[in-house]
């Protein structure tokens, strides 16, 4: 009797070396936005076993019937051992779906949050009971995020069941304006955009007489052909953007990129030896389809939750339109001024023209074939 | 002539992540037949523990009903090497946490062991036998404890303890544990043999595991005594004992690994192995032999890996340095590892994966106190000795 006992212990024992499951674990993601709380908690399938006895059949194998049968004990079982709360009052809890998911080490059911608070969560507590009855050495892995893609990461434990976590809850103004300040930014830092829309505009108080170059009669005249580009390049990107982030368009980003490098030399060429339609709105509108896209890449590197896309799209755009008209307010006015000095055709366009040719096609061989070769 | 495979290895482990991460997903199944999860013991096991666990819930106030059920959920975690059962046998105890019966204490001792809580493990089993000297379990778990932990001297000491207290094969093995890493494996090695050919091949199913343990260990000496031919007929012969045993697949897939038998290492382990230690072998017998799961399961690995650190777990530095070594290919971070699981564990698989961390780092001034304990204890091996020596010279 005592070698008995002592066998299994010692073997315990000396196996230490051997134990090395996964331990239990419940994956718990909520996404906080204003008073309201979307989520998803990954449960262990052989741990909710443990509980209610998924087995129905007692052949050693959990199916999905087995589960789809239990949803309601499942359901009962974990809304008790999970409680949310903001400043101290309740936020009712309800699971909205059950879906199934795997992980690195079995089955886990996957059961839809939802919670909603009395007001805007600005610190958020969570109390965490899942499975601890039972299993002392789980853990609750809680990843949090709110609407500016904050993310909290924090483990439950036996010991340490409740815990708080204090939200910076952009207001949606808030949000909004740090995504025209993005918007702004990419324009800023994106020196192909820039030189795209100087490429355009040079020539933009001159038109073309035969060869020559002759500058444009009045200012209005001027801000005319200038509105219309601007306006054309702007519905095109807009719309290519919206395409992109929505995800119903999508191109490889090395292809958008070479192509966009293309369309600033092609437009600065063309300030040389006319090669392109010549309404001007026709070719802005043609190459911003093209920026849009790269814009939208910007965008996607920024890992929007989905909750926020339209406020962020729209923001964004309206960033980018900002940066673009303070680039035509400092540039129309100057080559308006300049335009009908006897430099402006030659010196400026042709040579401003030329040198912005010049950069773009490095970006082009840069981005085609992945080389590097400009510090910019 | 080496960036080819390089190159198609991290295609592959490319391939692997976007293939995992386009699974990993939830879904909702098409039809109510299929097959979710497949629970690891078998049912008979499991109502025994149901029924017991029933009966400790009608009396929660029993200690023996509780301390039945934490000792069958440790022997389920031992058979199937599994820590759910251990976090079970806890919550089981959990109203006695805190009490001073000997009983508890060893029970609470043997699952902060396994957790590699060692100085806890160390005085709780300290605490039981000041109670009860001549609690035998109490004197074989601390014997381990310090085995693992380093302290040779005073694992021998307890084993001594053990051989007044428990059957023969239970005191030799113990004994042979500690000799067979203090300079006197050849002696040990002896020792085993006599006593396995003494003792009873009774049928049971806990002499049958006694026997396993003990016929691994004899292995593990003739390995370290330069003897493969034995180490192999042992642990085929621990092998056909219990074929489900994971320390004995896990000390035979070395023993394969180190003689370049890689395809035997696949087929001894499963590519869907629950059991970390396993998976690890597999993975390194899979890449370098360029079997074609070498990417995915390297994969699996990695984010098991990196599931036991989003807990904040440190338990498997030793497996986890092995891996960062081999697979990751990063020295010095392997050698951060290993040198943290030394700070804990001292057993020979750490001083080795130690050693060859740093080496690979280039840093063998990092691992003088590795080289030291081994001067000291005496550890025999030609491979510990081999990299000892490269790690010695300057």
């Given at each position: 009797?005592?070698?008995?006992?002592?066998?299994?212990?010692?073997l315990?024992?000396?196996?230490?070396?051997?134990?090395?499951?996964?331990?239990?674990?419940?994956?718990?993601?909520?996404?906080?936005?204003?008073?309201?709380?979307?989520?998803?908690?990954?449960?262990?399938?052989?741990?909710?076993?443990?509980?209610?006895?998924?087995?129905?059949?007692?052949?050693?194998?959990?199916?999905?019937?087995?589960?789809?049968?239990?949803?309601?004990?499942?359901?009962?079982?974990?809304?008790?051992?999970?409680?949310?709360?903001?400043?101290?009052?309740?936020?009712?809890?309800?699971?909205?779906?059950?879906?199934?998911?795997?992980?690195s080490?079995?089955?886990?059911?996957?059961?839809?949050?939802?919670?909603?608070?009395?007001?805007?969560?600005?610190?958020?507590?969570?109390?965490?009971?899942?499975?601890?009855?039972?299993?002392?050495?789980?853990?609750g892995?809680l990843?949090?995020?709110?609407?500016?893609?904050?993310?909290?990461?924090?483990?439950?434990?036996?010991t340490?069941?409740?815990?708080?976590?204090?939200?910076?809850?952009?207001?949606?103004?808030?949000?909004?304006?740090?995504?025209?300040?993005?918007?702004?930014?990419?324009?800023?830092?994106?020196?192909?955009?820039?030189?795209?829309?100087?490429?355009?505009?040079?020539?933009?108080?001159?038109?073309?007489?035969?060869?020559?170059?002759e500058?444009?009669?009045?200012?209005?005249?001027?801000?005319r052909?200038?509105?219309?580009?601007?306006?054309?390049?702007?519905?095109?990107?807009?719309?290519?953007?919206?395409?992109?982030?929505?995800?119903l368009?999508?191109?490889?980003?090395?292809?958008?990129?070479s192509?966009?490098?293309?369309?600033?030399?092609?437009?600065?060429?063309d300030?040389?030896?006319?090669?392109?339609?010549?309404?001007?709105?026709?070719?802005?509108?043609?190459?911003?389809?093209?920026?849009?896209?790269?814009?939208?890449?910007?965008?996607?590197?920024?890992?929007?939750p989905?909750?926020?896309?339209?406020?962020?799209?729209?923001?964004?755009?309206?960033?980018?339109?900002?940066g673009?008209?303070?680039?035509?307010?400092?540039?129309?006015?100057?080559?308006?001024?300049?335009?009908?000095?006897?430099?402006?055709?030659?010196?400026?366009?042709?040579?401003?023209?030329?040198?912005?040719?010049?950069?773009?096609?490095?970006?082009?061989?840069?981005?085609?074939?992945?080389?590097?070769?400009?510090?910019? | 002539?080496?960036?080819?495979?390089?190159?198609?290895r991290?295609?592959?482990?490319?391939?692997?992540?976007?293939?995992?991460?386009?699974?990993?997903?939830?879904?909702?199944?098409?039809?109510?037949?299929?097959?979710?999860?497949?629970?690891?013991?078998?049912?008979?096991?499991?109502?025994?523990?149901?029924?017991?666990?029933?009966?400790?819930?009608?009396?929660?106030?029993?200690?023996?009903?509780?301390?039945?059920l934490?000792?069958?959920?440790?022997?389920?975690?031992?058979?199937?090497?599994?820590?759910?059962?251990?976090?079970?046998?806890q919550?089981?105890?959990?109203?006695?946490?805190?009490?001073?019966?000997?009983?508890?204490?060893?029970?609470?001792?043997?699952?902060?062991?396994?957790?590699?809580?060692?100085?806890?493990?160390?005085?709780?089993?300290?605490?039981?036998?000041?109670a009860?000297?001549?609690?035998?379990?109490?004197?074989?778990?601390?014997?381990?404890?310090?085995?693992?932990?380093?302290?040779?001297?005073?694992?021998?000491?307890?084993?001594?303890?053990?051989?007044?207290?428990?059957?023969?094969?239970?005191?030799?093995?113990?004994?042979?544990?500690?000799?067979?890493?203090?300079?006197?494996?050849?002696?040990?090695?002896?020792?085993?043999?006599?006593?396995?050919?003494?003792?009873?091949?009774?049928?049971g199913?806990e002499?049958?595991?006694?026997?396993?343990?003990?016929?691994?260990?004899?292995?593990?000496?003739?390995?370290?005594?330069?003897?493969?031919?034995?180490?192999?007929?042992?642990?085929?012969?621990?092998?056909?004992?219990?074929?489900?045993?994971?320390?004995?697949?896990?000390?035979?897939?070395?023993?394969?690994?180190?003689?370049?038998?890689?395809?035997?290492?696949?087929?001894?382990?499963?590519?869907?192995?629950?059991?970390?230690?396993?998976?690890?072998?597999?993975?390194?017998?899979?890449?370098?032999?360029?079997?074609?799961?070498?990417?995915?399961?390297?994969?699996?690995?990695?984010?098991?890996?990196?599931?036991?650190?989003?807990?904040?777990?440190?338990?498997?530095?030793?497996?986890?340095?092995?891996?960062?070594?081999?697979?990751?290919?990063?020295?010095?971070?392997?050698?951060?590892?290993?040198?943290?699981?030394w700070?804990?564990?001292?057993?020979?698989?750490?001083?080795?994966?130690?050693?060859?961390?740093?080496?690979?780092?280039?840093?063998?001034?990092?691992?003088?106190?590795?080289?030291?304990?081994?001067?000291?204890?005496?550890?025999?091996?030609?491979?510990?000795?081999?990299?000892?020596?490269?790690?010695?010279?300057?």
């Amino acid at each position: 009797m005592m070698a008995r006992a002592i066998a299994s212990l010692l073997l315990l024992s000396i196996a230490s070396t051997a134990f090395a499951h996964k331990p239990s674990d419940s994956y718990l993601m909520l996404h906080v936005d204003a008073a309201a709380i979307d989520g998803q908690w990954d449960i262990a399938l052989r741990d909710l076993d443990a509980v209610v006895d998924l087995d129905a059949n007692a052949d050693g194998r959990i199916d999905w019937g087995e589960l789809r049968q239990r949803n309601a004990e499942i359901d009962a079982y974990a809304l008790a051992r999970l409680a949310l709360s903001s400043d101290g009052q309740a936020c009712p809890l309800a699971i909205t779906d059950h879906q199934v998911d795997r992980h690195s080490d079995g089955g886990y059911v996957v059961l839809g949050l939802h919670a909603r608070c009395p007001s805007r969560i600005d610190a958020l507590g969570v109390d965490y009971g899942l499975l601890f009855d039972i299993d002392a050495q789980h853990r609750g892995l809680l990843k949090l995020e709110t609407a500016s893609s904050t993310v909290v990461s924090a483990v439950f434990s036996e010991t340490r069941r409740r815990q708080s976590f204090a939200l910076q809850q952009p207001s949606t103004f808030g949000q909004f304006r740090a995504y025209v300040a993005d918007g702004i930014g990419h324009i800023a830092a994106g020196f192909d955009h820039l030189l795209f829309l100087v490429a355009l505009l040079l020539p933009a108080v001159l038109v073309r007489n035969g060869r020559r170059w002759e500058p444009v009669a009045s200012f209005p005249r001027a801000c005319r052909s200038v509105a219309g580009t601007v306006t054309a390049f702007t519905v095109a990107h807009s719309i290519t953007l919206s395409l992109a982030t929505l995800s119903l368009v999508s191109l490889p980003s090395r292809l958008v990129e070479s192509l966009i490098a293309l369309s600033v030399l092609l437009t600065a060429l063309d300030n040389v030896w006319p090669i392109l339609p010549r309404r001007r709105w026709q070719v802005a509108f043609a190459f911003g389809l093209l920026h849009g896209f790269g814009f939208a890449s910007v965008l996607a590197d920024l890992q929007l939750p989905p909750s926020a896309l339209a406020l962020s799209l729209f923001g964004f755009n309206v960033g980018v339109e900002i940066g673009q008209l303070v680039l035509v307010l400092l540039l129309v006015p100057l080559v308006y001024w300049v335009r009908d000095t006897r430099a402006y055709p030659r010196l400026g366009v042709i040579c401003a023209s030329a040198v912005i040719a010049l950069l773009s096609s490095g970006w082009l061989i840069e981005r085609s074939l992945d080389v590097r070769l400009l510090p910019f | 002539m080496r960036a080819l495979p390089l190159l198609a290895r991290c295609a592959g482990a490319l391939l692997a992540i976007i293939a995992s991460s386009a699974l990993a997903a939830p879904y909702r199944p098409h039809s109510d037949s299929e097959i979710l999860e497949t629970l690891p013991s078998g049912p008979a096991s499991e109502r025994a523990t149901r029924a017991l666990r029933a009966l400790t819930l009608r009396d929660p106030g029993n200690l023996d009903l509780a301390l039945r059920l934490a000792s069958l959920h440790i022997a389920r975690a031992r058979s199937a090497s599994d820590p759910r059962e251990l976090g079970r046998a806890q919550a089981t105890l959990s109203p006695w946490w805190n009490a001073e019966a000997p009983p508890v204490l060893v029970l609470r001792a043997t699952i902060e062991q396994s957790n590699h809580v060692f100085d806890a493990a160390r005085a709780d089993l300290e605490r039981a036998l000041a109670a009860e000297p001549a609690n035998a379990q109490a004197w074989l778990t601390l014997a381990t404890v310090q085995q693992v932990t380093g302290d040779l001297r005073g694992a021998g000491d307890s084993c001594r303890r053990v051989a007044d207290l428990a059957i023969a094969l239970v005191a030799v093995a113990c004994q042979a544990s500690v000799d067979g890493v203090s300079g006197r494996a050849a002696y040990a090695y002896e020792a085993l043999e006599d006593v396995l050919a003494r003792s009873s091949r009774a049928n049971g199913s806990e002499s049958m595991r006694l026997r396993t343990w003990a016929t691994t260990l004899q292995a593990e000496l003739a390995e370290r005594l330069a003897r493969p031919a034995d180490a192999e007929r042992l642990y085929r012969a621990s092998r056909a004992l219990d074929p489900n045993d994971a320390y004995t697949i896990a000390a035979y897939a070395d023993f394969l690994i180190d003689a370049e038998r890689y395809t035997e290492v696949l087929d001894l382990i499963p590519r869907d192995t629950a059991v970390d230690t396993l998976l690890l072998r597999r993975v390194q017998a899979a890449v370098r032999s360029g079997a074609a799961d070498a990417a995915s399961s390297a994969n699996d690995l990695d984010q098991r890996f990196a599931a036991l650190r989003a807990r904040g777990e440190r338990v498997h530095l030793r497996e986890e340095a092995r891996y960062t070594l081999e697979i990751g290919r990063s020295p010095e971070q392997a050698l951060v590892l290993a040198l943290d699981n030394w700070r804990v564990q001292k057993e020979p698989l750490d001083a080795r994966i130690a050693l060859e961390a740093a080496l690979a780092a280039h840093r063998p001034q990092a691992v003088a106190g590795v080289l030291d304990w081994i001067a000291s204890t005496h550890l025999e091996g030609a491979r510990i000795a081999e990299l000892a020596r490269q790690a010695r010279s300057p």
